[in-house]
Structures are given as C-alpha cells and as structure tokens.
C-alpha cells in the first residue's frame, strides 16, 4: 500500500473524530427544539445514505428498495415491543439480522440481474413490501402503530421530554455507519467490491467472488439501514407503513449519497449535511402556503446540482487536492 | 386497461427502452396531460376523446424542451450517468407536481359524464364502457403506428443507430440532439394521447402520475427494454395479472400480482420477454 494512500486514511479518520467531538458538542449551543430536530434527521438520513452507499455505491449494485430494510427494522422493534413487551434494543438487533437475512434472500436471485433490470426489482420487492403492510391487520395494516408511552428511560429507548438522547444515537449510528465504511475501504471485501462495480467478468476472472461481494455488501448495507429504521420508529413514536416504507424513503436514503459523491467515504455526509436542512427548511418556510412552492424550490435545486456536479459536492475538493498532489 | 397501460408504458419504452435514457417524470408527463385534457373540456368544451390530438402534440412539445433543457445535459455527464438521470428527472417530477399544485391546487378533479362515457357497447354479451374501449382501440392503432415508425422509418433507424453509437452517427450527418429530441417529443406525445383518454374516467389530482408510472417502468422491463412489441405485449400481460389478482386477493393488493410476475419472468429471463439488453 504506497504511503499516500495511509495517510489519507489516517487524516481521514482524525478528521471524522474531530467532527464526531464537535458535533457532541452542538446542542449546548442549540437549545430550539426544531433545530435539534433538523440535526437529529440530518444525522439519521447521513447515516442511512452512508449504509446505502456501502451496497449501492461501492458495490455499484444501484437500490432504489432500501426503504424495505428501513420499514422491517422499524416493524420489528415496534411489533415486538407492542405485542411482547420486548425492549427496542433487542428489537433494533432482531429487525437489523432479519433485514440481513432478507437482503441476502433476495440478492440469491436479484444478483442475475443488471441494470435496469435490477433498479426496478429492488423498487418492484419494496413496494410489494409497502403493500403487504398496508394489509396486515395484525400489524395494524394502513393505520399503524403508535407506540405507547412508558415513560423516559434509556432502557425503553423512549424519551419525551428531551430530544438529546435521540440526538446522541443518531450521531452514534452516523459514526458507526461511517466508521464500518471507512474500515470496509481498505479491507479485501472493499476492493473487491470496487472490482465489482468497475468490471464484474475481469473481477471473476481474477478470483473474486462476485457474487458473495455483492451478499456481503447487500448484508451489511440491510443490517444498518435497519437499525436507522427502529431508531426513526422510537423517534417518531408512530408508524405507519407509507411512512417507513414508502418508496420516497428509498430515494430519500440515495439522494445525499448521489449529491455527495456516490461511492465515496464522505459523499453521504456531506450529501445529508446539505439537503436535508434544505429540505426542512424550504418546507417549513416556504411550504406553508400548501401550494407546493417547497416542492418546485426543492425539485430545481436538485436538477440543478445533479446537472452540474455528476461527481458530487465531494468533487470540489479533491479537485483542489489533485492539483495540489502535482505541485 | 391492460391495453392502456401499454400505451403508457409505450412512451416509455421509446425513451427508456430505445434511448436508454431513465425518465423518472413519466407519471408526471401522464398528470400534466389529463390536466391538459381537463382545461380543454372545461373552457372549450372540447370531449377528452376528441382533443386528444391537441393533447399529444402539446406534450410533444414538452418532451421536446425536457429532453433539450435538461435530459441533454444529464447525458453528457462522464460519471455515474445512470443516476445523475434518475436524480435530474426525479427532481423535475418534483418540480412538475409543485407546479400543478401551485397552478392547479391540489383538489381532486374529475371530467362530469364525458360525451359519451357511462354509456356501454355489449360485445358478445361482455358488457364494456365505452370510453375504455375507444381507449383500448386507440392503443393498438398507436402501438401499430408506433411499431412501423421505429422499423420502417429513417427516423426510426437513426434513432437506433444513435442509441448505438452516437459517435459514429454524427459522421454520417445526424444530429444526436436533433433526433433524441424529436423521440423524447414523441414519447411524451404518446403519454398525451394515453393521458387524454384516461381523464375522461379518472380523478385528475397533482399526484396521478406516480402510481401509473411504476407500473410503466414494470411493464416496460417485463416486455424488455428495446422492444416496442414487448412493451405492448407487457401492458397486456399486466392488465390480465391485474384482473386475476383482484379475483383472488383484495382489491387493495391486486398491484403485488403485477411485481411478482415481474420479478418471475426477470428471475427465469433477466432481459425481459421480449428485450434485446
């Protein structure tokens, strides 16, 4: 490994540490409720977009289905603490190894399957997902479940007269998902992985394994997107199946990656860090008239960066740092 | 219905399918046309059957300025093409329905008793309404016109050929823009046309498109990308799924029929029907 490459990583992971510390600190000075809430999302959807990234932007294996993972990871925790008074935490692990074990289920056959032919699958499984819900009675169907009150406790993971312990978890399962890619960059499975997506027949032919790379990545990305899924369930203290698995969530977990640097270590942070008080803030100040000005306001931005930044926000700096490399 | 949904999923096809390009507003062209539609009727009186022409040729000329204002960039894009179209059509879909918001409000609307809807033919004692079955007529002539434009024609075959090798078409003379502008238009036509007839019996709201659209990306990659008959022979397909599985499962559930075919014919097929990708 040429030295470089070390020291980038060992700069990236202080860098990542730094943040981590600084962003603890933010809500000593953010006492407004709403922009903790904005925070706590932004930290989530950083989080979910960082675990999509793993199957869809290493990998190249493009999902627009993770909202199933997410809706199953919130189910899980929320029928499990509803109907058997099993605590979130265990639910949380339950609902993450279930979504795995699915993730893995379906890529047995999904994997054939190229391009388009694969997005529209994995949109296709999710929705199937949505619709099912919608009509379990038993798990409430299209109504949902509210989660009883029980108090606050870290035990029950349930907290209503302060947002921070839901800020402290989400900066936690950001970092993790952060901390799990960069680790993931520099081991076999990620370049592998990175073979795979480039050029699947020269990858085979050269030893990998194809198809269990793209299990592993499928497994992991599932397994935490899930975990967002029964984090965003005891956040909300509601769910109902639109709402955490509908397909708009799928985008919404791309988007920050595509807008970021789809591919890259800080793609969905930075992606996330952007759009989704973007996306708060032009609702809640313009959105208001209810005649979807937000929505065009929103839309435009969105065609505007994609159209001028394919690469991603993350391509402004390594376009500065490459020049600096040459020097 | 099989039928329209084919001709939905026509239009797509001609953009997805023969271009390759991923148009993620296509449920939205489908909403503005039925709008279009709606307006036609109600200040001009004009029956949706009637002005469906007029519909197809004002969303040719928004396929035509989508493709050229914002499409012809996102093709251009080196890296990760696939999702800076997603992304960039996703946006203006997102656009599109704030639009109809703004301008149309978001009530749901509906076109009161068309000139000759509620009434129904009996065909060898099968009793059907009308205005689907003019729909139903009006898919197969478009899709037949649809087929021989695309092998017949010289447009058709510089529209394949430029798919294949943009390169190389431009040393023959073709202008890529020129032609990808005119097949984005006639897609969009399409959708006018399959939109013009809809409205005549459905609720017209901003959010119209995105339920139909799914089903036209799932019927366009059952049929198979690249192939017209697939498209057609797929929209029939998920129109029979469709009724069978509101027989057999609660209405509510009668789209799950249409994905798992899908996903048993990709799994047996990983090209589609008929698809040549």
Redesign the interface.
């Known amino acids: 490994m040429d030295k470089n490459f070390t020291a980038r990583r060992r700069r990236d992971l202080i860098i990542a540490a730094v943040l981590a510390a600084l962003a603890a600190l933010a809500p000593l000075f953010v006492r407004d409720v709403y922009v903790q809430n904005i925070l706590i999302l932004t930290l989530m959807y950083a989080a979910l977009s960082q675990s999509w990234n793993i199957l869809s932007g290493y990998c190249g294996q493009i999902s627009l289905g993770h909202a199933l993972y997410f809706g199953i990871g919130a189910y899980t925790t929320e029928l499990l603490f509803t109907k058997f008074g099993v605590l979130p935490w265990f639910g949380m692990v339950g609902g993450g190894v279930i979504a795995a074990l699915i993730a893995m289920g379906l890529g047995y056959p999904f994997f054939r399957l190229r391009g388009h032919y694969f997005v529209i699958a994995t949109i296709v499984i999710a929705e199937i997902g949505l619709l099912l819900f919608q009509n379990w009675e038993w798990a409430g169907a299209a109504m949902g479940i509210t989660i009883p009150v029980r108090g606050d406790s870290w035990l029950k993971f349930q907290f209503m007269r302060s947002k921070l312990p839901y800020f402290y978890f989400a900066l936690g399962l950001c970092s993790l998902a952060w901390f799990v890619t960069w680790w993931l960059e520099d081991s076999k499975w990620g370049f592998w992985w990175r073979a795979v997506k480039d050029n699947p027949e020269a990858a085979e032919s050269l030893g990998v394994v194809v198809f269990n790379s793209k299990m592993g990545a499928a497994a992991v990305s599932a397994f935490l997107v899930a975990i967002g899924g029964a984090f965003y369930a005891q956040f909300l203290a509601y769910i109902d199946p639109e709402s955490v698995m509908g397909f708009q969530f799928s985008l919404l977990m791309a988007l920050p990656a595509v807008l970021g640097g789809i591919g890259t270590l800080w793609g969905p942070v930075l992606g996330a860090a952007i759009l989704i008080p973007m996306t708060e803030l032009t609702r809640s100040y313009i959105g208001g008239s209810g005649r979807g000005v937000d929505l065009i306001v929103y839309g435009t931005l969105i065609v505007l960066i994609s159209l001028a930044l394919p690469q991603g926000l993350v391509s402004l700096f390594s376009r500065t740092k490459s020049k600096g490399a040459t020097r | 219905m099989g039928l329209l949904y084919g001709l939905i999923a026509v239009g797509l096809a001609l953009i997805?399918g023969l271009m390759d390009v991923?148009n993620f507003a296509h449920g939205e062209f489908l909403m503005i046309a039925m709008y279009v539609s709606f307006f036609l009727f109600t200040f001009f009186a004009i029956a949706p059957l009637l002005s469906a022409p007029l519909v197809a040729a004002a969303l040719f000329v928004l396929g035509a300025v989508v493709y050229l204002l914002?499409v012809r960039?996102?093709m251009r894009?080196?890296?990760?093409?696939?999702?800076?179209q997603?992304?960039?059509t996703?946006?203006?879909?997102?656009?599109?329905?704030?639009?109809?918001?703004?301008f149309f409000?978001?009530d749901y609307r509906s076109i009161p008793q068309s000139w000759f809807g509620g009434k129904t033919i009996s065909v060898a004692g099968i009793f059907l309404p009308e205005p689907q079955l003019i729909g139903a007529l009006v898919s197969i002539l478009a899709f037949a016109g649809l087929y021989f434009f695309i092998h017949r024609t010289d447009f058709g075959r510089a529209l394949e050929a430029t798919r294949e090798d943009p390169g190389a078409v431009a040393l023959v003379g073709i202008d890529k823009n020129r032609v990808f502008a005119l097949g984005w238009g006639l897609g969009a036509a399409l959708v006018g046309l399959a939109g013009a007839i809809m409205a005549s019996f459905f609720y017209i709201y901003?959010d119209v498109g995105?339920s139909f659209a799914?089903i036209a990306?799932?019927t366009v990659?059952l049929g198979g990308?690249g192939s017209v008959f697939g498209a057609f022979a797929g929209g029939i397909i998920v129109g029979l799924v469709e009724a069978t599985t509101a027989l057999v499962l609660?209405p509510?559930?009668k789209?799950?029929g249409i994905?798992?075919v899908?996903?048993l014919v990709?799994?047996i097929r990983?090209?589609?029907l008929f698809g040549s990708?």
Do not use: C, D, E, W
Not at chain 2, 77 to 84: D, E, F, H, P, R
Not at chain 2, 94 to 101: H, P, S, T
């Open positions: 997805f991923v914002i960039f996102a894009a080196k890296a990760n093409a696939g999702m800076v997603i992304f960039s996703f946006g203006l879909a997102i656009v599109m329905r704030g639009l109809a918001q703004f409000t978001p901003p995105a799914l990306y799932v990659a990308f609660p509510s559930l789209s799950v994905y798992a899908y996903l990709v799994f990983p090209r589609g990708m």
